[in-house]
Structures are given as structure tokens and as C-alpha cells.
């Protein structure tokens, strides 16, 4: 792999595969995102958020991905990849990288969010310029900040960031994920 932009897609889990993001993926996309308990925990997701917002926000990351200004994948099920259950992501500038994820709320507690983010960090990890991956939470999402500790983050601080549906700051918990440590030779 030349540049973590580039990943090899789909990545695949045992349960999983994370795809480009398809037009076709916007009804569900729009469903999901546009669930307040959904909307609440993204940063800048509009409430209402309709299947033109969806389009919109899957044609931004199609051109980000091709750009290499980032990578937005579809979360599916091997068992139906045609039907998106969430959305992975990373942004930034090597060497530090943001990672965000969402999953439409049927696919919450079922281990999904950390099956998929661990795939997509071992794939960034091979990336030999990239140092560290930030993340976090709103102080009121311990189910993501739950899979970020499982995934082996840090809590580094706490931040104040808008969010969109909430119509301000709201508390948000910084964490992040330094490069493995590689064996002395």
C-alpha cells in the first residue's frame, strides 16, 4: 500500500466488509443518520437530515476518497453488502489522522463498531508515515468511548466541539492511538 488513503477496499472481518461508499447506499444512510439518538453523538449532522444531505455527504466523501484527502467506507454485513449499517472514516494530515464511525442504531451492542475500526487501523497502521489516530466522544456516549478503550486508546483530555444537531458545545472526550510499538532489531 503506498498511502493509507489508498487502502486496499473492501476490508473484510469475519462478519464485515468496509466498501466505497455507493449513491445507492443514501435511503439508509439518511434513515439512519437522521435518528436523533443517531444525530446527537455526530458532530455536523443536521436534524432534519434528508436523502439529498445523504447524497451530498456520500458524493463529498466518493471525491475525498479519489482526491486522496481521506477515506469514507461503508460498513455492511458480508452476509448483504448491498445494505449499509454504518460509516468508517479517517481525516486528516499524516502523521496524525482522525477516525470517526457511525451505526445505524439496529446494529448497536453487537460488537460491529469495534470489529470494523480494528480492521481499518490495522490497514492504517501500515501506513509507515502514520504516527498516531485521534479520536473521542461526546461525554455522553460511553458506548463509543467503551469501544475506543477496547481498541486500546488513550484519553488524552476534554474539548468543547459544536455539534449540529445539539446547536452548540457540548463536552467532547479526546482520546487518541500512537503507533504500535515495532521490536528493537
Not at 455536523?44 to 434528508?50: D, E, I, K, S, T
Request: proline residues 7%.
Amino acid at each position: 500500500m503506498t498511502s493509507l488513503w489508498l487502502a486496499e477496499v473492501p476490508i473484510e472481518t469475519p462478519r464485515l466488509a468496509l466498501r466505497h461508499l455507493d449513491p445507492g447506499d443514501a435511503p439508509r444512510l439518511a434513515r439512519y443518520v437522521g435518528e436523533t439518538g443517531v444525530a446527537r453523538m455526530l458532530a455536523l449532522v443536521p436534524l432534519p437530515y434528508a436523502e439529498a444531505d445523504a447524497e451530498a455527504f456520500i458524493a463529498g466523501m466518493r471525491a475525498s476518497n479519489a482526491a486522496g484527502r481521506g477515506l469514507g467506507l461503508a460498513v455492511v454485513e458480508k452476509h448483504d453488502p448491498g445494505a449499509l449499517i454504518g460509516v468508517m472514516s479517517f481525516a486528516g494530515v499524516l502523521p496524525v489522522v482522525e477516525i470517526g464511525w457511525w451505526l445505524g442504531r439496529p446494529y448497536w451492542g453487537r460488537g460491529f463498531a469495534t470489529e470494523a475500526a480494528g480492521a481499518l487501523l490495522k490497514v492504517a497502521f501500515l501506513e509507515p508515515r502514520l504516527e498516531r489516530v485521534v479520536a473521542g466522544a461526546f461525554h455522553d456516549n460511553p458506548a463509543s468511548l467503551h469501544v475506543q478503550d477496547k481498541l486500546g486508546f488513550t484519553r488524552t483530555g476534554l474539548s468543547q466541539r459544536h455539534n449540529l444537531a445539539r446547536g452548540g458545545l457540548v463536552r467532547h472526550i479526546d482520546t487518541e492511538i500512537t503507533r504500535p510499538m515495532r521490536p528493537a532489531r
